[in-house]
């Protein structure tokens, strides 16, 4: 599962896990500002203790200090973590601005010197998840020759480009030059909406062995089971639907406090999750409009009373997403 900042937060994962179920591991939203001298404890709530985590979860970094690399990755390895991801492709301009995100891809001779010194002494696997490129998918190439020279344990390439940020198309034929260069094991990531489209994507890349869903699986989440060869009825959906939303709303309330704080974080979910259902966009439509408790709460007895969406929804709700980011 890939990172939301701002959705698949711990709560998420763990409520997920417990009712959902199907994916393999997760990788928790990027901790920023983590740093230099000393880690702040409250940058690490969202991961630790490791055992919180029901689902094998991979904690991510973003920035630009190989010194904050080398601790936050030095911490999390003796609090039991295997792995830290390096964010090497937040689009967002005031990230991408401070050569941070995919903002570092047009200056590979600084990732260079960040990744010599990082790999001179960081204790935990690092990864990476990256763009084709910032401005262009061409700059991919003059960084693909760089991290083959590092043992960076894998890396994850949505390929789209920073100044795409998460509309229009991903672009295959540009994640196919990709694989052929990158001497790492690639993780695809980018449009993964249905299993139609997962099914093309396989037949694309047949040797590829790890997916990473995104915004796919906050629509739809019963997409990484299907993937795994589940069918599943609309009735054997209802139930972890209402069990999941059941302990996002619960736990919405235990970290927002108020109420208007809590709608606004469910509705960020609803965003994606209400294209679960046939007709998300009423869903949606409803959810939003929630001024309070109850009236959210008659939104969501509405939506848990909907059709499921088939394949043809999911494609076309993700689509509308994907006109305005
Ligand atoms: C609201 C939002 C928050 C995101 N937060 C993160 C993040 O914290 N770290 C990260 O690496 N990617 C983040 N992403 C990117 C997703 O992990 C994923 O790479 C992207 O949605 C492309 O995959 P998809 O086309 O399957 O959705 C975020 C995307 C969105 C829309």
Redesign the pocket.
């Known amino acids: 599962m ?7 937060h711990k709560s998420w994962r763990n409520a997920f896990a417990r009712h959902i179920g199907g994916f393999d591991e997760m ?4 901790i920023s500002g983590a740093g230099v001298t000393k880690i702040h404890p409250d940058k690490l709530v969202d991961v630790v203790p490791l055992n919180d985590n029901l689902i094998p979860t991979v904690p ?1 970094i ?1 920035g630009i200090d190989a010194d904050e690399i080398i601790l936050l990755g030095t911490t999390l390895a003796d609090l039991g973590f295997e792995e830290l ?1 390096w ?1 090497l ?2 689009p967002f301009a005031r990230i991408a601005n401070k050569k941070r995100g995919c903002g570092l891809l047009p200056y590979p001779e600084i990732l260079n010197e960040i990744l010599d010194k990082v790999f001179g002494s960081v204790k935990i696997n690092l990864s990476i ?1 990256t763009r084709l490129g910032y401005h262009v998918p061409d700059e991919i190439l003059s960084v693909i020759p760089i991290l083959n020279q590092y043992p960076v344990h894998r890396v ?1 390439l ?1 390929p ?1 480009t920073g100044k795409q940020g ?1 509309r229009g198309k ?1 672009n295959p034929e540009g994640y196919g030059r990709a694989l052929q260069l990158i001497n790492h094991p690639l993780i695809y ?5 249905n299993l139609s489209q997962f099914r093309k994507l396989q037949m694309l890349f047949p040797g590829q062995k790890s997916w ?7 629509i739809n989440p019963f997409l990484p089971k299907e993937i795994k060869g589940f069918v599943l009825t609309d009735e054997e959906k209802r139930k972890p639907m209402i069990s999941f939303h059941f302990e996002l709303w619960h736990r919405a309330w235990e970290t927002q406090k108020h109420e208007s704080r809590t709608l606004g974080a469910m509705k ?1 979910i609803w965003h994606y999750m209400a294209g679960t259902f046939a007709n998300g966009r009423e869903v949606f439509r409803r959810i939003k409009r929630a001024k309070n408790r109850e009236t959210y709460l008659d939104a969501v007895d509405f939506a848990m009373e909907q059709e499921f969406a088939g394949e043809a929804d999911l494609e076309k709700y993700f689509f509308q997403l ?1 006109k305005v ?1």
Do not use: E, S, V, W
């Not at 890939?2 to 698949?8: D, E, Q, S």
């Not at 990531?189 to 909406?193: C, K, L």
């Open positions: 890939a990172p939301f900042r701002g959705i698949t990788f928790a939203p990027f991510q973003i991801n964010n492709g937040c998840k994850i949505h789209r998460y991903a990531n980018g449009d993964i909406y990473m869903l995104g915004r796919g699986a906050l960020a994907t980011g």
